[in-house]
């Protein structure tokens, strides 16, 4: 009778709803001791240009694997999180472009594009398996774009690198020798397998042969991947047995697949269709622009397509765990889940009201954050691309969707898996 019951009780909750995303999603396999050796790697400042910033710094687990910032400090940064703060004696050259995105459930096979722009995918029609910023130029050995999406930091002179001039790591980069013999990736696996704790712990995964910059990408896939799969929140074990949701959430739920058409775009059991969408989202720092580039813009998925159709479009995030994610947006412009939901139900209305005291952002005196939203027709073309059309929900219901976000907490996998080591081979600082 009870597996006769439970049907009908999911069924008349959700009457009111879209189809809800019942299958359980599919998750690569992951070699431990592979995992283990990525952890170390992952909070290991030896991967940057300066010594002095890791992976870690930007995708904490204090700070539910992002950083707390809606644009981060890599070099030329001093501190975690929101007191991270300008290194007086190197002070960084900009913000980081982008709001730096949490790393749940990447190790889901659905996932395979990466980045905002989604410019690092999967595809077998490649030589390498990858589609990269690099092209023909992308060294072999990577596992997947997972793997080869941990290492492009590396390469940025904002998050990494470090500036043009101050470091081999930097040298090389401005030079264009990326993977060369002597280009970023063989120096940094240069420095790797240079320490004995390494070097002994890559025995153990790819036996005596050297180490190749791709081993480092790979074990740095495989302990993301192993370290924070978040798949056991209220939603997910209400999808899996009916355990009851609370009763805002529930109606939260209903409103998110249902009247208000979120699961439209947050599709699937991690809320994302993998998709580019032009929502009219604003514009504060740096833009997405190379160094010659005099503009603070930031196009999206034009920039990598080149197609007029994609501009200002950008990557559906995944929400599991968006409650504890904030700043929202890809520049990380809305502090609160109230404040991006109702961005969504007016975008363009709301980038032209625009509240900026709610950006979090450390000072930085050579920045000029408000530059696009200070230029009507940076602004006007933002707004013209936007794809969704404006709705109205009351303030009851924006509170049941806050309510459905929260439900999309895995508690336990906020810590992850393996944790915060007390050490990395290296002796460098590890950041808490």
């Not at 609160?336 to 900026?356: F, N, Q, S, W």
Request: glycine letters at 10%; a negative charge.
């Amino acid at each position: 009778m009870k597996r006769l019951i439970l049907p009908l009780l999911l069924a008349a909750s959700t009457a009111a709803a879209g189809p809800l995303p019942r299958e359980e999603p599919l998750f690569r396999p992951v070699d431990p001791a592979e995992a283990a050796l990525g952890q170390l790697l992952f909070y290991d400042p030896i991967l940057s240009g300066n010594r002095e910033v890791a992976c870690a710094t930007c995708h904490h687990p204090r700070f539910a694997t992002s950083d707390g910032l809606s644009l981060g400090l890599g070099d030329g940064g001093t501190g975690l999180g929101p007191d991270r703060k300008p290194n007086p004696a190197n002070l960084p050259e900009q913000r980081i472009p982008r709001n730096s995105p949490a790393l749940f459930n990447l190790g889901a096979a659905e996932f395979t594009h990466f980045f905002a722009d989604g410019r690092l995918e999967d595809d077998l029609t490649r030589p390498h398996g990858i589609r990269t910023p690099l092209g023909e130029d992308m060294a072999e050995g990577f596992d997947n774009a997972l793997s080869a999406q941990a290492m492009f930091p590396v390469l940025s002179p904002d998050e990494m690198a470090g500036h043009y001039t101050e470091n081999d790591v930097a040298k090389a980069v401005r030079l264009g020798f990326i993977t060369t013999e002597g280009g970023a990736w063989s120096i940094l696996a240069a420095r790797v397998e240079a320490i004995p704790e390494y070097r002994a712990a890559f025995d153990g995964v790819i036996g005596p042969r050297p180490i190749a910059f791709a081993d480092i990408a790979n074990a740095m896939g495989a302990f993301i991947a192993l370290e924070w799969r978040a798949d056991d929140s209220p939603f997910d074990r209400y999808l899996r047995d009916g355990t009851p949701l609370e009763a805002a959430a529930e109606r939260g739920m209903r409103l998110f697949y249902g009247k208000a058409g979120c699961g439209s775009c947050h599709a699937g059991r991690f809320q994302t269709d993998h998709g580019f969408h032009a929502i009219a989202m604003p514009q504060i720092g740096p833009g997405k622009a190379a160094r010659f580039e005099g503009h603070n813009r930031d196009v999206g998925r034009m920039r990598v397509t080149g197609d007029a159709k994609d501009a200002y479009a950008f990557r559906t995030p995944p929400l599991r765990n968006v409650a504890r994610t904030a700043p929202y947006g890809h520049s990380g412009a809305y502090a609160t889940l109230e404040g991006v939901i109702r961005h969504h139900l007016g975008p363009v209305a709301a980038l032209a009201g625009y509240d900026a005291g709610q950006r979090v952002l450390p000072e930085l005196a050579v920045q000029s954050d408000l530059a696009i939203l200070s230029a009507p027709a940076e602004v006007q073309a933002i707004a013209a691309a936007n794809s969704l059309a404006p709705q109205s929900l009351g303030d009851g219901e924006i509170a049941d969707l806050v309510a459905f976000l929260n439900a999309l907490t895995d508690s336990a996998s906020l810590p992850g898996r393996l944790g915060v080591p007390e050490a990395v081979p290296s002796g460098l600082p590890v950041a808490r």
